[in-house]
C-alpha cells in the first residue's frame, strides 16, 4: 500500500474548550496546541487578522488518539454552519476508532459521563460496535474486532 496510516481527522468545533474536555474524557492526550499569537508575523496566514484581536486563543489542537494519531480541532466562525445530519451529504460521515475490550470501553464511557448512542452489539461485518458523538454531533464509531471480523479476514461481495 502506499499509505502508512492515517494520521488525522480534522473537525471545527463550536465550543473549543468543550470539545477539548471531550477528547480529553475519552482518555486522548493534547500533544499540540498552537495559538493565534503564533501568527502574528504572518501576514501571509489566514490566522493573521485573528492573532491582532485574540493572541491568546487556541487556533490548532491535536488529541493523540493512538500513537502517531490524532484528532486535529480549530475553533468555528461565528457564521460556520453546523455538521449536517447522518446521510444529508455527501463527504464525512464518521470516524472509527479500535478497542481491545468493547465492554469495558463502554463502562469507562460511562464512568466519564460519555452518552452512548447506539450499544455494543455485532455489526454485519462481525465486528462489535458501538456509536458515541463528540459535541459538536460528530459520530464516532467504536470498535473490537473478531476472529471472523471482515476488517480482518477480508470480505468483498461479488
Not at 475553533?75 to 446521510?87: D, E, G, I, T, V
Request: hydrophobic share 35%; with cysteine.
Amino acid at each position: 500500500m502506499l499509505f502508512q496510516s492515517i494520521t488525522h481527522v480534522t473537525f471545527f468545533a463550536k465550543d473549543l474548550h468543550a470539545t477539548m474536555a471531550f477528547y480529553e474524557k475519552l482518555g486522548c492526550q493534547m500533544k499540540m496546541a498552537v495559538k493565534y499569537k503564533a501568527y502574528a508575523n504572518r501576514p501571509d496566514s489566514p490566522y493573521y487578522e485573528q492573532a491582532k484581536q485574540t493572541p491568546e486563543a487556541y487556533c490548532i489542537v491535536y488529541f493523540e488518539v493512538a500513537p502517531g494519531q490524532f484528532i486535529e480541532l480549530y475553533p468555528a466562525s461565528l457564521n460556520q454552519k453546523p455538521h449536517p445530519a447522518f446521510n444529508e451529504q455527501i463527504g464525512y460521515s464518521h470516524f472509527g476508532v479500535v478497542v481491545a475490550d468493547i465492554q469495558k470501553t463502554r463502562a469507562f464511557l460511562i464512568e466519564k459521563g460519555v452518552d452512548i448512542d447506539v450499544e455494543p452489539k455485532i455489526g454485519n461485518s462481525h465486528t462489535w460496535q458501538m456509536w458515541i458523538h463528540d459535541p459538536d454531533g460528530n459520530r464516532i464509531e467504536i470498535m473490537q474486532y473478531t476472529k471472523d471480523s471482515y476488517q480482518v479476514i477480508g470480505h468483498i461481495d461479488e
